[in-house]
C-alpha cells in the first residue's frame, strides 16, 4: 500500500485542537456525559444525543468508541483515541473532508472513486467491494426488499463499513423511480405546474429513503425535452426551460433540504438526501427521438444550434438553488456525443469522456460530485463491446477508465462485469498513469480533490454521524405515515383534459354510470428477475373497488378460453371477450376507454441493421415527406479491414443514419382499434371519453373527432382518472409538452429546440400547446398559464 500522506503536511493543511478530551468505554454498559447521553436502540445500534447538537450513531460491536470533548460526544471512527478533525461535527463539511483525504491512501481514494453494485445481490461481492474501499453502492435490488429487510441488511453494511481503519460510511444510492417514490413521472410532476407540491413530493420521497438508509438519489432530470420522439422524456420535467429550471429547484431542494415542522428550511439535516442531477450538458436533443444508452442513439444534435438552451436547467437551475443548500451535491454526464462536424463542442465522444464537457462544469464554478452513468463499461478486459462507451471505440476497460479519471470524474458508477483486473484497481493504476503523464503532484492533487468533493457532500448529509436506520421509524414513515395519498392525490392534480364536449367530464352529486371496457392482456414470460410470467387473461384497465367509489360500472363478459398453449391448456384469446349489450350502454352516462400512447420502438431493427422511423402515431407512418432528412446529421465513420494485394487495407466509409422511405407502425395498435371499437359499440346517448396514459408526445387527429372527452396522464397511476371521471375531482393539469398536428411536423422541428412544432387543432378550434388544459368551466388561464406561456428562453443567466 502507497504510504499515507500526512494529514498535517498534505497540501499545507494544519490541524490545530483545543479543549479536553476524554475517551469513554464501549457501550457495554450504558452510559453519558456532561452535555450527551446514549441509549441502545431495538435494533441493537447505540444512539447518542448531544444537548444541541449532532445525534451520533454506533455500533458497540465496530470497535468504535465515544470521545468527549468541551462536555460533547464525538465518534472516534479511526479508533486512536483522539478526536481528528473529521470527527469533529462542529467543523464545517469542507474542512472535515480535507482532513480525511489527506489521511487515505491512493488506494483508499480509488474505493471511494467507484460505484460498485447492488449489496442485496451478493453479500460476498459487498464485502470484498469494503474490502477495496468501496463506500458508495447502488441500491435498487436491495430496496425492491421488505421495509424491515432493508434496514437490517442495511445496518448490517454499516456496521461493518465503521468498523475499518477510519470508519467511512457506506452511502447507499438508489435510481428512479422506485416504490419509493411511488411510480410517480417527471412529467406527470411537471403537468402540476406546482413548484411547491414538487418540492414537498420530493421531500416526502428523501424521508422515505433515509429511514432506509439510502443516502443518494440518482435524479432528478434535467433534461430538457426538445425532442417530441425521445423515449426518455417521462422522466423529465418537460421541454420548456423556464418551467424545467423551476421544477429542479424544487425537486432538489426537497431532497437535499431538512424542515421543519412551521416548513422552514434547516439545509442538510436528517431527512436530507443527496441530489444527483442528470444527464449534463442535457441529453434531450436526441437524433431522431434514438435514446443514447444505445450506440444507434448515441448522437444528440443541434440543428437549432441550441445547445447553450439545455444547460439552463443545469446553470440557472440545479447548480443556483437560492436555498440552503445551495447547489446539487452531484451531477451524472449523459451518455451521448454531442455531434458537430467541426467539433464545436469537443471531440466526438460520450459527455463522461468529453474532457469539453467537464471542463463546462469546472470552469463555470461547478465543484461537486461528478459521477459517471452505469453501464458506463461493458465487456471483459482488452475488450469493451460497449452499450455506451461511445467514441472509445478500440480502446481497452484500463484507457477508458483512465480518460474518465485523467478529465476529473470523480466516480465511475458501473457495475463490475468481471474484469481480469477488477475495476478498482484499475482506478489505482490510473494513479501511475497520471504520473507520468503530468507529474507527482498533479496525480496526486487529480486524487485528493476528488475525495475531498466525495466525502465533504457525504459528510454533508450527516452519514458520518448516524448511519443507522431505525426500524421501527422506517415502517412507520413508509407503511403507515400516509404518504401515498398524498402522491394520489398529486396525480390527480397531474392530469390535463384536453377535450370536454357539452361537460361529459363535470361536477356531479350522483355517481354516473360508466362503461369500462375490458382490455386484453397478453401472456408474458419470465423477467430478468426470473418468475414464470403472466398468462393471457381479459380485465379491467382499473381497480374495481376503487372505481366503484367514483361511478357505477359497466362493463363486459368473459367467455370460455378460446385457444390452447404448447401443452394444450385453455388460455383466453383476444376473441373470447363479450361487450356489454345495447340496453344496459343506453343506461351509461359515457364509456371511459383506456389506453396508451403509441410505442413504435426505439428508432433501429438490429435484425436488418436498419434505422427506423419513431411515430408519435398509432397508425402505419411513412418517413417520405419533404421534411425527412435523407441524410442524418450525424455521420460517423465505419472501419471495414479488407485484404488486397498489398496487405490488409483500413476502408472509411460515413455512416449515414437517416430512416428516408422506412415504415413503422405501433406495437399497440390495438388501443387505437379500441377507441374505435367502442365509438361505434355505444349509443348517440352514450358519449365517449379517452384517458390515455402517455410517456411522450402523440398525435390525436387518428381518434380526437370521435371522442366527447379525451384526459392525459402522463404518468400517473390509472386510477387517478376516476376521481376526475367521476366528477369528484376538477382537472387542473396543464400540458408540459406540445403536442403536434402530426409527423411531418415532427420531422420539420429541431432536436435542440423547445416548443418549436405546429401544435394539434381539435374539432373544437382548441390547440394542443404547452401549458393548454381545460378545467370544468372551460381553458384554463390561471397564474401558471400566465407566468410559462412567454417565449422559451435560450441561454442560462448564470455562466458567460
Given at each position: ?601 426505439n428508432g433501429y431493427d438490429s435484425e436488418t441493421d436498419t434505422y427506423k422511423p419513431i411515430s408519435l402515431q398509432y397508425g402505419e407512418y411513412t418517413a417520405d415527406s419533404e421534411s425527412v432528412r435523407k441524410e442524418s446529421i450525424s455521420q460517423g465513420v465505419v472501419e471495414e479491414v479488407v485484404e488486397t494485394p498489398y496487405g490488409p487495407q483500413t476502408n472509411k466509409t460515413k455512416e449515414d443514419r437517416s430512416y428516408y422511405g422506412e415504415s413503422t407502425v405501433a406495437s399497440n395498435y390495438s388501443d387505437l382499434e379500441l377507441i374505435r371499437e367502442i365509438a361505434t359499440v355505444i349509443p348517440e346517448s352514450c358519449r365517449l371519453a379517452v384517458c390515455v396514459t402517455a410517456s411522450n408526445a402523440m398525435i390525436f387527429s387518428e381518434f380526437e373527432s370521435e371522442a366527447d372527452a379525451i384526459l392525459v396522464s402522463f404518468g400517473a397511476a390509472k386510477d387517478n382518472f376516476l376521481p376526475i371521471l367521476g366528477g369528484q375531482t376538477e382537472p387542473g393539469g396543464l400540458l408540459p409538452i406540445q403536442m403536434p398536428a402530426d409527423m411531418e411536423t415532427v420531422e420539420a422541428q429541431s432536436e435542440d429546440v423547445p416548443r418549436d412544432v405546429e401544435c394539434y387543432v381539435d374539432s373544437n378550434g382548441n390547440t394542443y400547446d404547452f401549458a393548454y388544459g381545460l378545467n370544468w368551466n372551460g381553458i384554463i388561464d390561471d397564474e401558471r398559464v400566465q407566468t410559462y406561456s412567454a417565449e422559451p428562453l435560450t441561454t442560462p443567466e448564470t455562466i458567460s
Amino acid at each position: 500500500m502507497r504510504k499515507r500522506m500526512s494529514k498535517l503536511m498534505a497540501l499545507g493543511l494544519a490541524v490545530s485542537m483545543a479543549g479536553s478530551t476524554t475517551v469513554c468505554a464501549k457501550a457495554d454498559v450504558i452510559a453519558g456525559g456532561e452535555k450527551w447521553s446514549q441509549e441502545e436502540t431495538a435494533d441493537g445500534w447505540i444512539k447518542v444525543t448531544n444537548e444541541g447538537g449532532e445525534t451520533l450513531g454506533y455500533s458497540k460491536d465496530s470497535g468504535v468508541t465515544i470521545i468527549e470533548q468541551d462536555g460533547y460526544a464525538f465518534k472516534d471512527l479511526d479508533k486512536d483515541g483522539e478526536l481528528d478533525v473529521y470527527e469533529d461535527w462542529r467543523e464545517d463539511a469542507q474542512t472535515r473532508s480535507e482532513d480525511l483525504a489527506a489521511q487515505l491512501s491512493i488506494e483508499q481514494i480509488a474505493g471511494l472513486r467507484y460505484t460498485a453494485k447492488d449489496p442485496g445481490a451478493d453479500a460476498e461481492a459487498f464485502e470484498a467491494d469494503l474490502n477495496n474501499n468501496v463506500r458508495h453502492f447502488l441500491g435498487n435490488a436491495l430496496a425492491r426488499s421488505a421495509t424491515d429487510i432493508v434496514t437490517e441488511e442495511v445496518n448490517k453494511m454499516q456496521e461493518m463499513a465503521e468498523a475499518s481503519e477510519f470508519g467511512i460510511p457506506v452511502i447507499p444510492s438508489m435510481d428512479p423511480p422506485s416504490k419509493y417514490m411511488h411510480e410517480m413521472s417527471g412529467l406527470a410532476l411537471a403537468a402540476t405546474f406546482d413548484t411547491k407540491a414538487v418540492k414537498e413530493f420530493y421531500n416526502d420521497t428523501a424521508k422515505t429513503m433515509r429511514s432506509i438508509g439510502v443516502f443518494e438519489l440518482l435524479g432528478p432530470q434535467a433534461d430538457l425535452a426538445t425532442e417530441p420522439r425521445w423515449s426518455r422524456a417521462s422522466s423529465t420535467f418537460g421541454e420548456d426551460p423556464a418551467l424545467v429550471t423551476d421544477m429542479i429547484k424544487a425537486a432538489i431542494t426537497g431532497l437535499q433540504s431538512t424542515f421543519d415542522k412551521e416548513g422552514n428550511d434547516l439545509g442538510w439535516g436528517e431527512d436530507s438526501v443527496i441530489a444527483q442531477v442528470k444527464h449534463f450538458p442535457g441529453d434531450g436533443a436526441a437524433e431522431g427521438g434514438r435514446e443514447s444508452h444505445n450506440k444507434f442513439g448515441k448522437y444528440n444534435v443541434y440543428p437549432g444550434d441550441s445547445f447553450n438552451t439545455a444547460l439552463i436547467p443545469f446553470f440557472d437551475g440545479a447548480f443556483n438553488l437560492g436555498t440552503a443548500t445551495e447547489t446539487a451535491s452531484a451531477v451524472m454526464p449523459s451518455y451521448s456525443i454531442a455531434y458537430d462536424e467541426d467539433e464545436k463542442y469537443g471531440e466526438l465522444v460520450g459527455s463522461n469522456f468529453s474532457e469539453y464537457k467537464i471542463n463546462l462544469l469546472r470552469e463555470n464554478g461547478y465543484d461537486g460530485i461528478i459521477s459517471t452513468d452505469s453501464l458506463i463499461m461493458e465487456g471483459n478486459a482488452g475488450n469493451v463491446p460497449t452499450i455506451s462507451v461511445h467514441g472509445m471505440d478500440g480502446m481497452d476497460s484500463q484507457e477508458v477508465i483512465y480518460q474518465i479519471i485523467k478529465i476529473g470524474i470523480d466516480r465511475i458508477l458501473m457495475p463490475d462485469f468481471g474484469e481480469e483486473v477488477p475495476f478498482v484497481q484499475q482506478i489505482v493504476n490510473c494513479y501511475d498513469m497520471l504520473v507520468e503523464e503530468f507529474g507527482e503532484e498533479a496525480a496526486y492533487e487529480n486524487f485528493y480533490s476528488s475525495a475531498v468533493r466525495l466525502l465533504r457532500e457525504y459528510i454533508k448529509t450527516g452519514a458520518f454521524e448516524n448511519p443507522y436506520s431505525d426500524t421501527e421509524k422506517a415502517v412507520e414513515t413508509i407503511d403507515n405515515s400516509g404518504i401515498g395519498d398524498s402522491f394520489n392525490e398529486l396525480g390527480q392534480k397531474s392530469i390535463v383534459m384536453l377535450k370536454n364536449n357539452d361537460g361529459t367530464i363535470a361536477q356531479r352529486n350522483e355517481l354516473p354510470t360508466v362503461y369500462i371496457p375490458m382490455t386484453y392482456q397478453a401472456a408474458t414470460q419470465g423477467g430478468m428477475f426470473g418468475g414464470s410470467g403472466t398468462p393471457a387473461s381479459w380485465s379491467l384497465p382499473v381497480d374495481e373497488q376503487i372505481a366503484g367509489q367514483y361511478m357505477n360500472i359497466v362493463t363486459d363478459t368473459v367467455g370460455e378460453p378460446g385457444g390452447t398453449d404448447e401443452e394444450g391448456n385453455a388460455v383466453y384469446t383476444e376473441e373470447d371477450i363479450i361487450r356489454a349489450g345495447a340496453e344496459e350502454l343506453t343506461e351509461c352516462d359515457f364509456a371511459a376507454v383506456f389506453v396508451s400512447g403509441p410505442s413504435t420502438g426505439n428508432g433501429y431493427d438490429s435484425e436488418t441493421d436498419t434505422y427506423k422511423p419513431i411515430s408519435l402515431q398509432y397508425g402505419e407512418y411513412t418517413a417520405d415527406s419533404e421534411s425527412v432528412r435523407k441524410e442524418s446529421i450525424s455521420q460517423g465513420v465505419v472501419e471495414e479491414v479488407v485484404e488486397t494485394p498489398y496487405g490488409p487495407q483500413t476502408n472509411k466509409t460515413k455512416e449515414d443514419r437517416s430512416y428516408y422511405g422506412e415504415s413503422t407502425v405501433a406495437s399497440n395498435y390495438s388501443d387505437l382499434e379500441l377507441i374505435r371499437e367502442i365509438a361505434t359499440v355505444i349509443p348517440e346517448s352514450c358519449r365517449l371519453a379517452v384517458c390515455v396514459t402517455a410517456s411522450n408526445a402523440m398525435i390525436f387527429s387518428e381518434f380526437e373527432s370521435e371522442a366527447d372527452a379525451i384526459l392525459v396522464s402522463f404518468g400517473a397511476a390509472k386510477d387517478n382518472f376516476l376521481p376526475i371521471l367521476g366528477g369528484q375531482t376538477e382537472p387542473g393539469g396543464l400540458l408540459p409538452i406540445q403536442m403536434p398536428a402530426d409527423m411531418e411536423t415532427v420531422e420539420a422541428q429541431s432536436e435542440d429546440v423547445p416548443r418549436d412544432v405546429e401544435c394539434y387543432v381539435d374539432s373544437n378550434g382548441n390547440t394542443y400547446d404547452f401549458a393548454y388544459g381545460l378545467n370544468w368551466n372551460g381553458i384554463i388561464d390561471d397564474e401558471r398559464v400566465q407566468t410559462y406561456s412567454a417565449e422559451p428562453l435560450t441561454t442560462p443567466e448564470t455562466i458567460s
